[in-house]
């Protein structure tokens, strides 16, 4: 390379140029005046190491600055006041980062807002909320969790903003939602800015409802979640409470004492029992901290991340039983009670069955379950409990798993065998019409590959209500033992020829014309009549059944239905 100089650097100074500009563009150079006399070159050395480039010892550690930081994070993670922290164990519950560690360990990502109200006068070290990400039993998520040291994990304005911040970027990463809950609701004293404004508590539910169907939300509770922060978990997809230590309610005991005079503890308010047993607002109920991140970590394994998603798909396994005594357990006579997770077990893969809400409506199984690692939907009618009529809180949380298997894409499995909807006074009163409605629009419009089965009964509108024929099944396939009618041999005789049997005076008579009539109906609805006039695709025999639906889910599992091009049904 050819550089030009002024002609009034000395010689020295020239041969100092060429070699520095030789080092810096590592190339040869040479050195000319205007004349275009030469005045000094340099060869650049490849093999010559830059002294720039050697190593710098490096004594340079944290400032002071950056230590007095770390002391500040230091403080915050200690929570609320000490006297508070010192009342937990009594209640049986963790610190909160305590919890956080528990359901994360090495793999917490990060913290959002840690710095909340870290000028407040208060203690109120990050306002009483934690929010961030991490990753669980493999798959990436957001959280929050509750201090309940810090003003009893009660909500004020920056601890709504991080909520909400939360929420708001789970809709845009598609990742599930995990609520840690221990809140008293929000802080009285403190709702000016955030409780009735745009982006303040309310926002919450919004949030939740557009987060509803697109990401799995899932809800553990533990400890009492009054007004506010009780619509969290009943928003949610799935609620977790711990017993003898959450509960969940519109108002507090104390609440209730000034508007309506009744006195009652927390737990007969709104304890798990309660909620299991009765308002059907708990899904699982775990008995302490530690299993109630057992019960998580099974669930969302079969949940995928969000609803563009399948659901995670693992390695088959054989039933917990044989499939070959599946005929055995099912009584011959339709009346006779059993046990239908005794057919379940002989289906599904061992080990693999979570049932949801299992105290509440228990006429109805709703239970997540694999078949050859295939995550599915299980909703079966149970004869062990009233025969298994479907009554009006069955028919609700059928409904309500129906729902929620669609929206994340998982297929159905009806296990049918019921005498249909109950019918009296008392479950009018209770709206059978009005949650029986819901199951049967739940079961229209799902779009996931169903198959259903007739186990025995599958009486009067029971048959709708459990995907029959006529709600676009993948399939309809019977077992030996099963029978599809209007209603029932005993009530169809009743209705028919009660008159005409009241004529036969003869006590004998009239029980042998009893007995022929009731053979002769049974032979009417016969699964096999079913079979012969093609409304079932196939009797199947019972120990060839979880072959024949590991095929059937197999060859359905791309299956696309379309719904009516509609803004939404009514329904629900």
Partial sequence: ??????????????????????????????????????????????????????????????????????????????????????????????????????????????????????????????????TGAAEFEGRDLHFMANDYTVKRGSMAAKGVEKFLRMQQRALKTGRPVLYLMDSSGGRIDQQTGFFANREGIGKFYYNHSMLSGRVPQICVLYGPCIAGAAYTPVFADFTVMVRDMSAMAIASPRM??????????????????????????????????????????????????????????????????????????????????????????????????????????????????????????????QPAQRAGAIFPDAAEKAAQFIWTCDAYNIPLLYLCDTPGFMAGSGVEKEGILEQGKKMIYATSSATVPKQSVVVRKAYGAGIYAMSGPAYDPESTIGLPSGEIAIMGPEAAINAVYARKLSEIDDEDERQQKEQELREAYREDIDIHRMASEVVVDDIVPPSDLRTELTNRFAFYETVEKDLPDKKHGTIL
């Fill in 1 to 130: 390379m050819q550089v030009r100089i002024s002609d009034d650097a000395t010689e020295s100074e020239a041969q100092a140029i060429a070699g520095a500009l030789a080092t810096h563009f590592e190339d040869d150079i040479t050195l000319v005046i205007d004349s275009g006399e030469t005045v000094a070159s340099a060869t650049y050395d490849s093999t010559r190491r830059d002294e720039s480039t050697e190593p710098v010892d490096d004594d340079l550690g944290p400032t002071e600055r950056e230590e007095a930081l770390r002391e500040e994070i230091a403080e915050i993670l200690e929570g609320g006041p000490e006297k508070y922290k010192e009342q937990l164990p009594e209640e049986g519950k963790l610190f909160v980062r305590d919890r956080i560690d528990l359901w994360f360990g090495d793999d917490f990502l990060f913290e959002d807002g840690k710095f909340a109200e870290f000028d407040a006068d208060d203690q109120l070290p990050a306002d009483g909320l934690i």
């Fill in 256 to 381: 209730v004492e000034m508007v309506t005079g009744e006195k009652i503890s927390l737990d007969d308010l709104g304890g798990p029992a309660v909620h299991a047993q009765h308002s059907g607002s708990a899904d699982l109920i775990a008995d302490d901290e530690e299993h109630a991140r057992e019960l998580v970590a099974k669930l969302i394994g079969y949940l995928p991340d969000n609803a563009d998603e399948d659901p995670p798909q693992t390695s088959g396994t054989a039933p917990k039983r044989s499939p070959e005594g599946i005929d055995a357990v099912v009584p011959d006579k339709p009346n006779k009670g059993y046990d239908m997770f005794d057919v379940i077990e002989r289906v599904v893969d061992a080990g693999s069955t979570l049932e949801l809400r299992p105290e509440y409506g228990k006429e109805i199984i709703t239970s997540f379950a694999r078949i050859d690692g295939r995550p599915v939907g299980v909703i079966a009618n």
